[in-house]
């Protein structure tokens, strides 16, 4: 398989999940700034829409949605338990949670923040949903060691790197004692560490 990323981008959560997974996987910077590879090569002529993440797999076939992309992860690895099993109450509440990051603070809170150009007021109006979002997300972890129960699961990795946002766009999560306990759980797994490292976040 081959994982098309930028290094700290929503890409981070699928390049955590294959690092949990232990399958064999060629991790490949598309920097989406300048959207060249190392060689030089066009990324939108390998994924037309420009964006990642961007999962090539050995037999041709892509997924381009993080959501999706860390699911499919999850389920060819079934006995790493990174994803509640599939029909069951806690894989609907584990889809809940993709689709909220993904949306609420994902598209709807953090993007705003990070586009050039736009006005102060959209990103004041947009700082203010993502604060309260993330203050019902603090308030839901509430005795609960990881979004779905007990368990560490994709949606975790994926919560820790669009949160993880905040301390570049001035949203902080200091005061916010489950979230902030979640994201130091998360971080101090070996894989997460690995895929730090790898993406050249930290040393």
Known sequence: MKLYYSPGASSLAPHIALKESGLAFAAIAAPTKTHKLADGTDYYSINPLGYVPYLVLDDGRTLHEGPAIVQYIADQVPDKQLAPANGTWERYKLQEWLNLMSTELHKGGFAPLFAPGMPAEV????????????????????????LVGDRYSVADAYLFVVAGWGKHVGVKISGMANLSALMARVAERPAVQEALRAEGLIK
């Not at 004041?124 to 990881?146: H, M, N, P």
């Open 123 to 146: 990103k004041d109006t947009a700082k203010t949903r993502l604060i309260s979002r993330l203050a019902w997300i603090d308030g839901e972890l509430a005795g609960k060691t990881y």
